[in-house]
């Protein structure tokens, strides 16, 4: 047997950024999630005045180290793959974008650093690192469901709403203008409320045929959520037995999601 060609640099550097099947890249993710967490916490911290007033220097400095540290790793992640252009324009690569624009922006604009709470967001990729790849499967799962379910929930929204405006407008006539029921939009306002077990306590009904009218409402309200719920969960179940995904990343794109048996990706075509 012919031995091996070794990995080139940027092989190896790829294997250590993208993947998480080895030590080095287990390590990677894991100083990469500590990093996002101290950037977050940064960010919030400086929002609160009294920290900002005593360490509002410091919290400055290490927003900037967070920022170039951040921008080191997406350069690296753009070298290490062969089609940069398709990871700068997926997911991850605009979350990663995101996580590192905000700061500069700040040098032009104040207030922007408030946008540095987007990288809460590539905390997903903790998921990579215990293997756990298949709650990243699930969010696409949940994207597909809900494309698929799309036209059923509209339908459904759309007699929620006429619902509401019918029930809105007969409370607004049966509690007489009075007890917060002023008007007919304020009057669907509390429907809605009501119909979605909210209940604020803002506005209530006095009479009793309001209180038995609100009764109904409330009922109503329990046996609806089960409808979304129940569209959205058989979508789920559906695309969740059409479809078997790996954690492996296209050394070419960087993009994730394959199929457990695809030798090539299904984003850029290159051999996995």
Known sequence: MEPKPSKTW???????????NTAAGKAFDVALLFAILGSILVVMLDSVTHYHRLYGVLFFRLEWAFTLLFTLEYLLRLISIRRPIRYIVSPLGLIDLLAIVPSYLSIFYVG?????????????????IFKLTHFLTEIEFLSVA??????????????????????GSVMYLVEDRQNGFSSIPESIYWAIVTITTVGYGDISPVTPLGKFISSI?????????????GIITNEIAAAARNK????????????????ADAVFCKFCGHHL
């Open 146 to 167: 809900i494309r698929a379910s799309l036209k059923k929930i509209s339908i459904f929204m759309l007699t929620v709403l006429m619902l509401v405006t019918i029930l």
């Open 112 to 128: 922007a650093q408030s946008l540095l709470v987007l990288r809460a967001l590539r905390l997903l990729r903790v998921f990579r």
């Open 244 to 259: 078997n995904h790996s954690s492996e990343s296209c050394p070419s794109c960087g993009r994730e999601g394959h199929d």
């Open 10 to 20: 940027r092989e190896r550097l790829q294997e250590i950024i993208f993947e998480s």
């Open 217 to 229: 409402v409330m009922l109503i309200g329990y046996g609806i959520i089960a409808v979304p719920t």
